[in-house]
């Protein structure tokens, strides 16, 4: 019998079945409380989001030179 791997810990939330009344009820709770976020921390979680691109668009344009400038882009592993 193969042991198990502990799990991985992760935000999740379990709902019940919902109907399309409680379902858009739910999600204007949520848009309530992003906006709060928004207002309490919008500031600082704009300059982190700037801060993510950056960094995104850094690691894109990181090139590794093999030598050959007539191989393909797309080498297959």
Same mark, same amino acid.
């Not at 204007?28 to 960094?55: S, T, V």
């Not at 690691?59 to 050959?68: I, K």
């Given at each position: 019998?193969?042991? %198990?791997?502990?799990?991985? &810990?992760? +935000? /999740?939330?379990?709902?019940?079945?919902?109907? !399309?009344?409680? =379902?858009?009820?739910?999600?204007?709770?949520?848009?309530?409380?992003?906006?709060?976020?928004w %207002?309490?921390?919008?500031? &600082?979680? +704009? /300059?982190?989001?700037?801060?993510?691109?950056? !960094?995104?668009? =850094?690691?894109?344009?990181?090139?590794?030179?093999?030598?050959?400038?007539?191989?393909?882009?797309?080498?297959?592993?």
């Amino acid at each position: 019998m193969k042991p %198990r791997t502990p799990a991985r &810990r992760h +935000a /999740q939330i379990h709902l019940p079945p919902l109907d !399309a009344g409680y =379902a858009l009820t739910l999600v204007d709770i949520f848009e309530r409380a992003i906006e709060a976020l928004w %207002r309490a921390h919008g500031d &600082r979680m +704009a /300059q982190l989001l700037q801060q993510r691109e950056q !960094a995104r668009r =850094a690691a894109q344009h990181h090139v590794v030179l093999d030598g050959d400038p007539d191989a393909p882009d797309d080498i297959p592993f």
